[in-house]
């Protein structure tokens, strides 16, 4: 320690960029509006069984109509960012062809409101809502839906890339790939590994094709990343079996994203897990890792919770623990043997451990391994059962201690040395949490869904403040 008062300093570098985040099926409804037609999260939220309690996107919170009042919400919080996605449904009906104004609209709207407010916009253009229509045209294992998804980036950041600085690509692809065609707990709900595989590389070639056409479209001051849920995976014990699950577990789910994206190569260990189930040789064509490749001006990374793994000698033990509902599939494609256990017994209603170091272990990895890298952390937060007293209050002192804790991870991983720009809690509002439905709230504000009543809780109250002395409190 270096400084005069290591112990006492809890604030954050000048500009620190101080938001919260949404998605856009999770927020916004209006599922039928203004020529938006079903994603795959819509058909798979209408199929019996997928969703719990039959849930749907329809309505959501409304954002759609309330995002007016919803920008005075942040304005109110002090909130200097908001990141959001674009429904691609919205914007290209068919997932094909030229834009759709009416839908463009609403992003227009909604950015020109934030910016009024002085509070800065952070698009995202895929957080999992793929149009229908390409899904059934073979969906992200199908490799034309990479090309597709560059031609809606273009789209898109040529209708708004004079209001949104900062493009990011895609949202947690590992989820796209592996719960949405491994596991199948996510839409389209398919459960093969080949596909999985194929997805994840179509994934990849979809953002770096998307980091081209954003390049083509945006001034210059304008900024690509992409967001990723890298795991911050952990042996249960020293045995040299548990570090093997660990491996496995690192590349199949943070290496087939950050070798490719970050360092132009996938790596050989995760070709030698998975050649049994896809022919990369076949997969991955000449000149796609150039384009995968590309700079990006920022890494998004989000995190909830940290991955503890063994070697497990009964097959099927990847199902247990994965935290996304029951499936007899494991997303961990290829890696059959491998055990999740929890890292403590500090749960939040999701069933994650609480355990921020795991954060700061991830920002301060991540500076080692790429430096010059400037970082994000685009999603950070918890669900705990919040309820609305009879006065009309919500209290949440567990999500409190859980955002002090992070927060004081970041601000660590920066002492050391990490380049961290900013910090975006997760969520700004209670929305819709995929595969759970609305019983799942992890918002700053609550919902209260029949009257779509926004009542901040005191979550929020409190990052109202830290965002007020870019400081934690001592
Ligand atoms: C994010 O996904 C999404 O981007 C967001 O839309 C969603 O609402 C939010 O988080 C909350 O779920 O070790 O058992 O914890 C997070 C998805 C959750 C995937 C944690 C990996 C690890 C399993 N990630 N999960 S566990």
């Known amino acids: 320690e270096t400084t005069a008062q290591p112990h006492t300093d809890t604030s954050f570098p000048t500009g620190f960029v101080w938001g919260a985040a949404t998605a856009a099926y999770q927020v916004e409804g209006a599922a039928a509006e203004d020529g938006r037609t079903p994603s795959i999260w819509d058909t798979f939220s209408r199929t019996p069984g997928k969703v719990r309690n039959g849930d749907t ?3 959501a919170a409304d954002h759609y109509h309330r995002y007016r009042d919803d920008v005075a919400l942040m304005k109110d919080l002090g909130l200097k960012a908001y990141r959001f996605s674009i429904s691609w449904s919205r914007v290209q009906p068919t997932g094909r062809g030229p834009g759709v104004e009416r839908g463009l609209d609403f992003y227009r709207r909604l950015t020109d409101e934030l910016l009024e407010a002085g509070i800065t916009p952070v698009a995202t253009l895929y957080h999992w809502d793929l149009p229908q229509e390409l899904e059934d045209a073979g969906g992200w294992p199908h490799r034309d839906t990479a090309h597709r998804f560059a031609d809606y980036a273009g789209i898109a950041a040529r209708a708004l890339g004079d209001r949104v600085g900062i493009w990011t690509t895609l949202n947690e692809p590992w989820c796209s790939a592996f719960l949405g065609y491994g596991s199948g707990v996510h839409a389209p709900g398919r ?10 590389h179509h994934l990849n ?24 849920n890298l795991h911050q995976v952990r042996p249960l014990t020293d045995s040299p079996a548990d570090a093997e699950a660990a491996r496995r577990i690192d590349a199949v789910g943070n290496r087939i994203f950050t070798g490719p994206l970050l360092d132009g190569a996938y790596p050989e260990d995760l070709l030698a897990d998975t050649r049994h189930l896809v022919d990369w ?12 490749s590309r700079p990006i001006d920022l890494l998004g990374v989000n995190y909830y919770s940290p991955t503890v793994v063994s070697l497990a000698a009964d097959q099927g033990a990847g199902t247990r623990n994965d935290g996304h509902g029951a499936s007899d599939h494991s997303p961990w494609t290829g890696s059959e043997h491998v055990a999740f256990h929890l890292a403590n017994d500090e749960l939040t209603a999701m069933n994650w451990a609480i355990d921020a170091t795991g954060l700061h272990t991830l920002l301060t990895g991540l ?39 992070h927060l ?67």
């Open 57 to 59: 996107g329809d309505i």
């Open 408 to 474: 004081d991870a970041v601000r660590r991983a920066i002492a050391d040395g990490a380049d961290v720009r900013g910090y975006f809690l997760w969520s700004l509002l209670d929305n819709f949490e995929w595969s759970y439905g609305y019983s799942k709230r992890f918002g700053a504000v609550y919902v209260d869904y029949p009257t779509q009543l926004r009542i901040p809780k005191a979550s929020a109250r409190w990052y109202s403040r830290v965002i007020g002395n870019n400081a934690l409190p001592r």
């Open 281 to 292: 040789g076949e997969l991955v064509r000449d000149g796609d890792l150039a384009e995968i």
């Open 205 to 228: 070639l979809a953002h770096g094709r998307a980091v081209g056409a954003l390049r083509a479209a945006l001034p210059s001051s304008g900024q690509t990343s992409v967001t990723l």
């Open 191 to 200: 459960t093969d590994p080949a596909a999985t595989l194929r997805a994840a």
């Open 367 to 405: 500076a080692a391994s790429h430096p010059g890298l400037p970082l994000m952390v685009t999603e950070n937060g918890a669900a705990f059962d919040d309820y609305a007293s009879p006065e009309g209050r919500v209290d949440d002192p567990q999500r409190i201690a859980y955002l002090h804790a």
